[in-house]
C-alpha cells in the first residue's frame, strides 16, 4: 500500500510545498535512492498508471508523468547506464536519456489512466518514429543505440498493432518494455550489455518487418526474452506470471480509490440538502443546481466562441 501510494503523495507533499518541477524531482530522487532493489522492482510492477481522479491536463497529472520517468532514469541507472538523465526541455525532445560513457538510448515512458475510454490507446499516438530518430540526433558522441518505449501492461493491445510491427523495423530500433521488465532486468541482475547487444542484433534478428497478420507483437516479446532472460527463463516465465496478480492489486486499488470518492461526494450531497429547513430555500437551491448542470457545457461553448479571434 506505502509504494502503491508512494508517486501520488509525492506529488501532493509537492503541490502543498509549491515545489518547482526540478524541486519536486529532487526530493522524489532521494527516496528512490534509498529503496533497495527488491522494494524498488517492486515499485516499478506498479508503475504507469495515473491516478484517475486527477483532473486531466492537470499540474497533478504532468507532475505525476514526470516521477514516472524518474522511475526509468534511475532504474536505468542501477543497471549501469551511470550517465541517464531526464532532459529538462519541456517539450521536443525525450523523456529520459540512457547512456553511459559509449551508449545512447533516448526514451519515451508512457503512463495512461485504467479509467480511459479506450484500454489500449490509438497506436499512432504511442510511437512516432521520427521523434525518436529527431531525439538521437544530438548525441553525436556517443554509440546512438535507438529508442526505448517504456508502456503499462493493462493498456497492451489485446492483438498485435501497428506499433509492435514498427518495434519490428531494423530501420528504427525502437524496444519496448513492459515495466515488468525493467523489473525482471533488475531483479535478476541482467548485464546491461545484453540491452546493448539486443539493438546490436536488431538486423539480423528482423531481417524484415512483421506485418500485422504475422503477429509482431507475439514474435517481438518472444525474441526479446529469448534474448534479454536466456540464462533466467525458467524464472523470468514464472516471475511475469506472478505480475498478473499485482495487475490485479492495481485494479482493485483504483476501484478502491474511486469507490471512496463516490461515497464522500454522495455524503457531501446528502449533509448538504439535510441542512436545509426552509423548503423554498431548498427549491430555489435544486433549481439552480440543475440550471448550473444543464448549462454548464453551453456556456463553455459561448466563452470559446466570445475568445475566437
Do not use: F
Given at each position: 500500500m506505502e509504494l502503491f501510494n508512494l508517486l501520488e503523495s509525492f506529488v501532493a507533499e509537492s503541490k502543498n510545498n509549491k515545489f518547482s518541477t526540478i524541486e519536486a524531482v529532487k526530493h522524489l530522487s532521494k527516496e528512490l535512492k534509498s529503496l533497495n532493489n527488491d522494494k524498488f522492482?517492486?515499485?516499478?510492477?506498479?508503475?504507469?498508471?495515473?491516478?484517475?481522479?486527477y483532473p486531466?491536463?492537470?499540474?497533478?497529472e504532468t507532475l505525476y508523468s514526470k516521477f514516472v520517468e524518474l522511475l526509468v532514469c534511475e532504474w536505468a541507472q542501477r543497471i549501469g547506464f551511470?550517465?541517464?538523465f531526464l532532459p529538462t526541455t519541456k517539450s521536443g525532445t525525450e523523456d529520459i536519456a540512457i547512456m553511459d560513457k559509449d551508449y545512447v538510448i533516448v526514451a519515451d515512458a508512457k503512463s495512461f489512466r485504467l479509467s480511459r475510454s479506450q484500454a489500449a490507446p490509438n497506436p499512432k499516438d504511442v510511437i512516432k518514429v521520427d521523434d525518436y530518430k529527431n531525439w538521437i540526433k544530438k548525441y553525436d558522441d556517443k554509440v546512438k543505440l535507438g529508442g526505448l518505449t517504456t508502456f503499462p501492461q493493462l493498456?497492451?493491445?489485446?492483438?498485435?498493432?501497428?506499433?509492435?510491427?514498427?518495434?519490428?523495423?531494423k530501420h528504427n530500433k525502437i524496444v519496448w518494455f513492459y515495466y515488468g521488465h525493467l523489473?525482471?532486468?533488475?531483479k535478476f541482475k541482467i548485464d546491461k550489455s545484453k540491452i546493448i547487444n539486443f539493438y546490436k542484433s536488431y538486423d539480423e534478428m528482423f531481417p524484415q518487418?512483421?506485418?500485422?497478420?504475422?503477429?509482431p507483437k507475439n514474435q517481438y516479446l518472444v525474441k526479446l526474452q529469448n534474448y534479454i532472460f536466456d540464462d533466467h527463463l525458467s524464472e523470468y516465465e514464472e516471475y511475469m506470471n506472478s505480475l498478473h496478480k499485482v495487475n490485479a492489486y492495481i485494479?482493485?486499488?483504483?476501484?478502491?480509490?474511486?469507490?471512496?470518492?463516490?461515497?464522500?461526494?454522495?455524503?457531501?450531497?446528502y449533509e448538504s440538502i439535510s441542512s436545509f429547513e426552509d423548503i423554498d430555500k431548498l427549491k430555489k437551491y435544486i433549481i439552480d443546481k440543475q440550471k448550473d448542470d444543464s448549462?454548464?457545457?453551453f456556456y463553455r461553448l459561448k466563452e470559446n466562441v466570445e475568445k475566437f479571434r
Open positions: 522492482c517492486r515499485l516499478l510492477e506498479l508503475s504507469g498508471y495515473l491516478p484517475d481522479l486531466h491536463d492537470s499540474s497533478e551511470d550517465e541517464s493498456h497492451e493491445w489485446k492483438k498485435s498493432s501497428k506499433v509492435h510491427m514498427d518495434l519490428t523495423n523489473s525482471a532486468i533488475l518487418q512483421i506485418a500485422t497478420k504475422d503477429n485494479k482493485a486499488m483504483a476501484l478502491e480509490k474511486i469507490d471512496k470518492k463516490i461515497n464522500e461526494v454522495e455524503k457531501n450531497v448549462t454548464k457545457e
